[in-house]
């Protein structure tokens, strides 16, 4: 029986997704399916990793989930080692400026394609078994900050799914394993507010050090990884100190770490392009 990975890998286009399909390619010579909505970014990565495939979709598009099951199955016999759910995406604003629409976006992004996606593959996975799932989650999933209550509430429900998934699953020889980044350079991600002041700059890490904590919650079947790993830390004050917690968090420092996301970013640039059409 042929013994090469064959993983899944969402928002493959950049970043954390990309870093992950690279290694997986590379270090561990595995087939990658790649799945983000950017065809171009994904065909020329495809190109450059042996035996990568990709799958163009917007995963919050109901029909998404059955396009990479349908390749999975037309591609590699319905095989699946493991799925990276890392596609994910944040808009920053307080729940007086964005209400439930806001919170509604963040969800149906990190969360429900999310579910739909695992719905789909998880008889494959079972079939593959032992397999594994990956869902990125983020620190924000334990410790959350003024302006990101939405992007942290769909972290944290993907956090505590996952541990519920891991249970009903691992009798069927499927591990769930939780990764949980930090401060991450990347484009949907920049920190560019952080990466700019000599004092915050040491917070930031690299996606490649996120790719390693994705293949530990993967393929070294660890349950939790946080990057870089003191910000483990935080959950523990959050625990520990809760009053705490909410003191630093609210205070000045920490709203100065809400930094702008490449949605805010897209949707700005979306509403200039608007204005200027008016």
Do not use: C
């Not at 199955?73 to 604003?93: C, I, K, Y």
């Not at 490649?208 to 830390?233: F, H, M, Q, S, T």
């Amino acid at each position: 029986m042929d013994s090469t990975i064959v993983a899944v890998v969402t928002g493959a286009s950049s970043g954390l997704g990309e870093a992950t399909a690279r290694l997986l390619a590379t270090e561990h010579g595995a087939r990658v399916v790649l799945v983000a909505r950017r065809e171009e970014r994904l065909q020329a990565l495809a190109a450059e990793l042996p035996g990568a495939s990709y799958v163009a979709t917007d995963l919050t598009d109901p029909r998404a989930a059955d396009a990479v099951r349908s390749h999975l199955l037309e591609e590699h016999g319905g095989r699946v080692d493991l799925l990276v759910n890392n596609a994910g995406a944040a808009w920053r604003a307080t729940f007086a400026d964005g209400g439930f629409d806001n919170v509604q976006r963040t969800m149906a992004v990190n969360f429900d394609a999310v579910l739909r996606l695992t719905e789909a593959l998880l008889p494959l996975l079972r079939a593959s078994a032992p397999s594994a799932i990956v869902n990125v989650s983020s620190t924000a999933a334990r410790v959350t900050r003024p302006g990101s209550a939405a992007y942290s509430a769909s972290k944290a429900a993907l956090a505590a799914w996952s541990d519920g998934l891991h249970l009903e699953e691992a009798p069927h020889g499927v591990h769930v394993g939780v990764v949980l980044p930090g401060f991450i350079s990347t484009e949907g991600f920049p920190q560019s507010e952080l990466t700019a002041n000599a004092a915050t700059r040491w917070l930031v890490s690299t996606p490649e050090k996120g790719a390693r904590a994705i293949l530990d919650a993967g393929l070294g079947r660890r349950a939790e990884r946080y990057v870089p790993r003191p910000y483990a830390l935080a959950a523990v004050l959050k625990i520990a100190l809760p009053a705490a917690a909410r003191l630093i968090l609210g205070g000045g420092p920490a709203k100065a770490m809400t930094t702008r996301t490449g949605a805010d970013a897209a949707d700005e640039a979306a509403a200039s392009a608007g204005a200027a059409a008016d």
